[in-house]
C-alpha cells in the first residue's frame, strides 16, 4: 500500500506539472516575461510558505536554525534550478508542451534519478539509497531497468518530434505552436533538462529541514514542505532577474497595468498557474515519503509529468498535420514511459 499510495502521489504531481502551462494559454496582450514571473510569485514564495506553514510545526524556525552552510546549498542548488525551470518555460514557447516536456525531461530524469545514489556512494557513509546497493538487489536492479524503459520512450518521444519537424511546413508547426523552433528549442531543452535536475539535489542538500520537521511533529508526509522554502528562494531569484532584464530590453512594464489587457483574468490565470506548478512538488514529497528519494521517486515523478504533457499536446492538437508513422511514434514513446512506470513501481514493491 506505501509503494501504491507513493505511485498516485507522484502521479499527481505529474498531473499538475503536465497541466500548469494551460491556464497560461488563456493570458491575452502580456508578454511572456510579464506573465511567467506574475505565475513565479505563486510558484516559488506564496504557495510554498502557505504549504509549509499549514503543514510544518514552526517552519521558519527550522529554518532559522538550519547550519548556513545547508541553506547556502539548498539555495544555490535552487538557483541552478531556477535557470532550467526559467529555459523550461522557453522550450515551451518554442517546441511545445508534448516534445518540450519529452526531452527536457529526458535529461532531466537521468540527472536527478542517478547522480544522487551516485553521490551517496561517493561522498556519505550511506548504505541505503546508494548506486552500488541499487545495483547489488533484485529490486534495485529492476528500477535502473525502469529508468532504462523511460529513457528509451523518451528518446522515442524526441524522434517523433524530428519526425514532424522534417514532415510539416512551417506555417504547419505554429499552427499549433506559435513560435515553433525545433533547433532552438533543442538548445534551451538541453540546459533546462540538466539544470532542473538540482532540485532533486536541492532536496538531498537540504533533508536535515525535513528530520527537523518530523522532531517537531510534522506528518511524514509533508516533511520536505520545509525544504522547498529556501529551494525555491534560490529559483525566483533566477527567474524575477531575467524577467525583470526582459521587461526593460522589451519595455514591458506596462503590462502589469496595462487598461487595454483583461488585467484581472491575466492575474487570475497566471496565479492559476503558478499554484498548479507547485503542486507538483507538494505532491512529490508526498510520493518521496513513501518510496524515499532515490532513482525510483524522481523517475516516477518525470514518467507521469511526460504521459500527461504528451496527453495534452495531443489533446491540443500538437501533432495535427503528421504522417500516421509519426503519430503511432509519439504513441509508443508514450506507451513506453507508462511501461517505465510500472517496472519501477514493481523494483520497489520488491
Known amino acids: 500500500m506505501q509503494v501504491l499510495f507513493g505511485v498516485i502521489y507522484h502521479f499527481i504531481g505529474g498531473f499538475a506539472s503536465g497541466s500548469f502551462y494551460i491556464p497560461y494559454k488563456k493570458v491575452r496582450d502580456w508578454s511572456w516575461e510579464s506573465y511567467w514571473i506574475v505565475g513565479g510569485l505563486f510558484s516559488w514564495l506564496l504557495a510554498p510558505f502557505i504549504a509549509a506553514y499549514l503543514t510544518v510545526p514552526n517552519f521558519m524556525d527550522i529554518i532559522r536554525n538550519t547550519d548556513s552552510t545547508t541553506l547556502f546549498w539548498t539555495y544555490v542548488l535552487g538557483v ?22 519529452a526531452i527536457v525531461l529526458g535529461f532531466c530524469s537521468a540527472f536527478g534519478a542517478l547522480i544522487p545514489p551516485i553521490y551517496r556512494d561517493l561522498f556519505t557513509d550511506d548504505t541505503k539509497g546508494t548506486f552500488s546497493s541499487m545495483l547489488g538487489s533484485t529490486g534495485g536492479q529492476i528500477v535502473l531497468l525502469g529508468v532504462a524503459v523511460c529513457l528509451a520512450g523518451i528518446y522515442i518521444c524526441g524522434k517523433a518530434g524530428v519526425m514532424k519537424e522534417n514532415e510539416l511546413s512551417d506555417a504547419e508547426k505554429k499552427e499549433s505552436v506559435k513560435e515553433f523552433d525545433f533547433w532552438k528549442g533543442i538548445i534551451v ?22 528530520e527537523a520537521a518530523l522532531v517537531n511533529g510534522s506528518n511524514p508526509l509533508f516533511q520536505n514542505n520545509v525544504i522547498f522554502v529556501p529551494l525555491l528562494w ?47 512538488f507538494f505532491f512529490y514529497g508526498m510520493g518521496e515519503s513513501k518510496l524515499g528519494n532515490g532513482a525510483s521517486s524522481w523517475i516516477l515523478h518525470m514518467a507521469c509529468i511526460i504521459i500527461v504533457s504528451n496527453v495534452w499536446g495531443i489533446y491540443f492538437k500538437e501533432w495535427k498535420g503528421v504522417s500516421s508513422i509519426t503519430y503511432r511514434t509519439i504513441i509508443l514513446g508514450i506507451a513506453t514511459v507508462i511501461l517505465s512506470v510500472f517496472i519501477v513501481g514493481i523494483g520497489n514493491y520488491w
Open 80 to 101: 541552478l534550478w531556477g535557470i532550467g525551470g526559467l529555459t523550461f518555460g522557453l522550450t515551451m514557447r518554442y517546441l511545445g508542451m508534448s516534445l518540450g516536456m
Open 189 to 210: 531543452a538541453t540546459i533546462s533538462g540538466v539544470l532542473s535536475a538540482c532540485f532533486n539535489f536541492g532536496i538531498e542538500a537540504g533533508k536535515v529541514m525535513a
Open 234 to 280: 534560490g529559483g525566483l531569484t533566477t527567474n524575477f532577474i531575467w524577467c525583470m532584464i526582459l521587461n526593460t530590453r522589451n519595455r514591458t512594464f506596462g503590462d502589469y497595468t496595462n487598461a487595454k489587457a483583461p488585467l484581472k483574468t491575466n492575474y487570475m490565470f497566471s496565479a492559476i498557474a503558478g499554484t498548479t506548478w507547485f503542486l507538483q
